[in-house]
């Protein structure tokens, strides 16, 4: 240990010895609300494991120390609101990060624009008007993911696709992305077959596939219940290709899906397969950090795709917060400062994460390009980048 | 829609109909002899299920603490009683009936996981580790209400519902799993192929409903379950206890809820909760049996699978909808053939 850092040492130990010294610097807060409990914990977890991880790969922002809270939602939108408000009114936190579920985001971003606070979210969200000033997310918009997909079929020569999705939200988004995709690509969506994420059986939607005769099939699921469609084509006899989207990126769906799975081509994040991506990839470097911090940090290697997100809501705000101390001079915890967050956010330019490169605009919540999507093929259960 | 694609909807109707069927089976069982409507049937189901995926995967399956926990707890609480009552001497038989009987299945499935065994092993240590769930759940929360209503016996029963499909969340986690086809093949009819798993489903249907038939007709034990399911109060008088045939009866449908697990693994993913959706079809052909009826409730179950599978065709959104919109005509004609008595009268027998 030198000199100088035995000093600073001495000189925080004093100043926490001594209470709140006058001198001292408010820290930064970041206010993380995420599923740890509830069905949505198998995506809450990897948020909260990838916070961790960004907090650790940056943990100061120009010589002020980041402080993370995190609080738990249950899985549940309102719970989500009332962490939201919490973390703004009691731990006056700079800004707010989360979590898993478009309605649960959506009630955080409510939150957001009524106390005037950042709010980055972490899931793909849909927003109108007011609310739109505070809010931005670092997911990929689902249009972005299928348009790559309806690209990969064009190349194919495909002229017909039949869809099967979620009876849900999820199935309803990836299918209008899909109809715009394929209406300028020329290609004839021929079915709108729909199942519950907790179905026994798809026979009879596969069967009304199998009549068309479809020259490849997109799949609009996600996670286990993603794989029912798959696993009953495959039974049926059906063999043309199969599309799916960024909800199937899941080690279950392999595990589940098996051999009838296989060869399924689906679009995703670079994080993903990052030590597949060409050297000279934008995103390949900061990939191969995260991976080594979270690691040290977790543990445990990333398997997932929402650590990453996490850890982008957080090198955005990073970013961001870096420019509008330098920038404006406001100190950290006041309204004065969050107004300045805000701005910094909306002009972000070119900060390079791991799901891709964010430029963040007012008025608009998505801030990623083609550079935040590969396609990836599943072979022999693991994920092949397709160049 | 061509014969071809009626006939494979049709067979995969008849599959999911034997899954309902037996639960119905088990559904009308519990009900008619302790008028609990058993919520948590297919939960037991699920539970079934995901320990055989958890054997399969090589991991103790976490059903194994659930079993043990209840297994102690129904002890103290039977424990408590008999010394509340003054007879303590049935204190070690009881302690032997509620904590080691539960235990050996634990015994077994922990000796098997985590081994490479037959297949056929992990399928009979799950069916018999979740055999002592319905029974133990059932004396913790159904017994010491056993004379209530019986809508404060269906309350009971949702709240209990919902707690194991809780603990199967905790146990399992919110992923599905699929478990290894239990017989590979298919056996091919007039030139139109039927898979194996589907003929297993159909059969063990057919089977286990036939020995069913055989018990209630033919054992002591199957005609004091009828004669308790037919008075209670007069079969007690001829010396059938409704403590001792709930518990028959419990174990009876915790059995078929075990079968029921292992059979719907290897066809569909099986999610903690996807039990409770068995259980509410289940719950439409025990309806249309009228809860009393057996093969009226088989019947029902046929139905409501089919209804299903060609629901799924016609809609796959609306499915659902259509095979429980099949109850309104249901009811309108049981309530239009039933004549209706002045005002029911409980019997409480204390």
Same mark, same amino acid.
């Given at each position: 240990m030198n000199a100088l850092s035995r000093r600073a040492l001495l000189a925080t130990s004093l100043a926490f010895g001594l209470g709140a010294g006058a001198a001292q610097a408010a820290d930064l807060k970041v206010g993380l609300s995420v599923?740890?409990?509830?069905?949505n914990s198998s995506l809450g977890v990897p948020y909260s494991k990838g916070m961790q991880a960004a907090v650790a790969y940056k943990p100061e922002i120009n010589g002020r120390k980041v402080q993370l809270i995190v609080l738990d939602d249950n899985s549940d939108p309102t719970t989500a609101g009332r962490n939201a408000r919490k973390l703004i009114e009691?731990?006056? &936190? #700079?800004v707010i990060m989360g979590t898993s579920g478009v309605p649960a985001a959506i009630a955080m971003a409510q939150v957001a624009a009524e106390t005037s606070t950042p709010f980055i979210g972490l899931t793909p969200i849909a927003l109108k008007g007011?609310? *739109? #000033?505070?809010t931005v997310t670092v997911a990929q918009p689902t249009q972005l993911m299928v348009d790559a997909v309806v690209d990969r079929m064009k190349k194919a020569n495909t002229k017909t696709v039949a869809y099967i999705g979620f009876s849900d939200a999820w199935g309803d988004l990836v299918y209008d992305a899909l109809m715009q995709a394929t209406q300028k690509a020329g290609i004839k969506v021929v079915t709108n077959e729909r199942y519950a994420r907790a179905d026994q059986s798809v026979t009879g939607q596969v069967l009304k596939i199998i009549a068309t005769h479809p020259d490849a099939v997109m799949t609009g699921g996600a996670g286990t219940p993603g794989a029912l469609p798959y696993i009953t084509l495959a039974e049926r006899g059906y063999k043309g290709p199969i599309y799916g989207q960024h909800? *199937?990126?899941n080690a279950d769906f392999v595990r589940v899906g098996g051999q009838a799975a296989a060869g399924t081509q689906v679009p995703t994040g670079p994080i993903i397969v990052a030590e597949q991506l060409p050297d000279g990839y934008p995103t390949k470097k900061v990939s191969m950090d995260f991976r080594n911090v979270f690691q040290k940090v977790n543990n445990a290697p990333t398997t997932d795709a929402f650590s990453a997100y996490s850890f982008d809501g957080y090198l955005v705000f990073a970013d961001a917060a870096a420019r509008a101390m330098a920038a404006t001079k406001t100190e950290p915890g006041t309204p004065a400062f969050r107004v300045a967050l805000r701005d910094a956010i909306m002009t972000t330019?070119? &900060? &390079?994460g791991v799901h891709g490169v964010y430029n963040f605009k007012k008025g608009d919540l998505y801030g990623v390009d083609e550079r935040a999507r590969v396609i990836v093929k599943l072979e022999n259960g693991q994920w092949k980048l397709v160049p | 829609m061509t014969w071809d694609v009626a006939l494979i909807l049709g067979i995969d109707g008849m599959a999911n109909g034997s899954v309902y069927l037996l639960a119905g089976l088990g559904l009308v069982l519990i009900f008619s002899v302790?008028?609990? %409507?058993? %919520?948590?049937f297919g939960d037991v189901a699920a539970f079934s299920a995901l320990s055989l995926a958890a054997f399969e995967t090589g991991k103790q399956p976490a059903t194994i603490g659930l079993v043990l926990t209840l297994a102690a707890l129904a002890t103290i609480a039977e424990v408590v009683s008999l010394v509340r009552r003054g007879e303590a001497a049935g204190i070690p038989k009881a302690i032997l009936g509620w904590g080691v009987l539960p235990a050996l299945p634990c015994a077994l499935a922990w000796l098997v996981a985590g081994r490479q065994l037959p297949h056929v092993v992990f399928i009979l240590a799950a069916i018999l580790l979740v055999v002592p769930i319905t029974p133990l759940v059932a004396r913790l929360a159904l017994q010491p209400i056993a004379d209530a209503s019986t809508l404060v016996l269906l309350i009971a029963s949702l709240a209990l519902h919902f707690l194991l499909s809780g603990l199967g969340l905790l146990f399992f986690g919110p992923e599905g799993s699929r478990t290894a086809p239990l017989a590979e093949g298919s056996l091919s009819i007039g030139g139109f192929s039927v898979s194996g798993q589907v003929l297993l489903m159909v059969g063990a249907a057919i089977v286990l409903s036939g020995l069913f038939f055989l018990a209630f007709e033919r054992t002591a034990v199957g005609k004091a379950l009828r004669a308790t399911a037919v008075n209670r109060v007069g079969a007690r008088l001829v010396g059938i206890r409704p403590a001792r045939t709930a518990l028959l009866a419990y174990t009876f449908a915790s059995v078929l809820a075990g079968f029921i697990g292992v059979l719907v693994a290897p066809a569909t993913t099986m999610y903690y909760d996807s039990g409770f959706l068995i259980g509410l079809k289940a719950f439409v052909a025990a309806i249309i049996g009228g809860l009393v009826s057996y093969p009226l409730t088989a019947l029902g179950a046929l139905a409501v699978g089919i209804v299903e599978s060609f629901g799924s065709f016609w809609s796959g959104a609306l499915k659902d909808v259509i095979v429980f919109s099949l109850l309104i005509p249901v009811l309108m004609l049981r309530s239009a053939m039933t004549k209706h008595p002045e005002e029911e009268v409980e019997e409480i027998d204390q």
């Open positions: 599923s740890l409990s509830g069905p009691e731990e006056k &936190v #700079d007011k609310e *739109l #000033d505070w909800g *199937l990126i330019k070119e &900060v &390079v | 302790t008028r609990v %409507v058993f %919520v948590p």
